[in-house]
């Protein structure tokens, strides 16, 4: 009868500390290669590294850089909503929120990082709202 209590303790202790002990995502996280908008030599509407390939339930930072002179309007919409969005960092400023963003816009160069864990998978298409038929385009993928 002891031993089934010393058990039954163990297994409570266990259960207890559960949620305390489990693995925090956002300390592993992989930084992506940076997505860029443009380039320094005049060039507004080329994109570097404009298709992303990702995994469901790993953490991840994504940079996406303008550097062209255009204003750009980056949406991800289906992609924003099924990733579990840990910050957003714009010049070492933090935001956190309980939703997803509708777009991130840059209205001059400069870089906005995303830190996540993907979720869903699917191929989402990524756009600079306005700018698609200059090439402003591109696919994040959850595998």
């Not at 980056?74 to 990733?83: G, Q, S």
């Not at 939703?99 to 998978?121: N, Q």
């Amino acid at each position: 009868m002891r031993m089934i209590r010393i058990a039954a303790l163990a297994c409570a202790g266990l259960v207890a500390a559960g949620p305390a002990a489990a693995l925090d995502l956002t300390k592993k996280r992989e930084n992506l290669p940076d997505l860029v908008l443009g380039d320094d030599q005049g060039n507004d509407f080329v994109v570097e590294n404009k298709d992303i390939t990702l995994e469901s339930g790993k953490a991840y930072r994504l940079r996406i850089v303008a550097k062209g002179h255009q204003e750009y309007k980056f949406y991800a919409p289906e992609f924003f909503r099924y990733i579990w969005l840990n910050q957003i960092v714009i010049e070492h400023k933090e935001i956190h929120g309980g939703g997803p963003p509708d777009h991130l816009e840059f209205d001059d160069p400069g870089e906005i990082a995303v830190e996540f864990v993907a979720i869903k998978p699917g191929s989402y298409t990524w756009a600079a709202r306005g700018l698609e038929a200059k090439g402003m385009t591109g696919t994040l993928t959850v595998k």
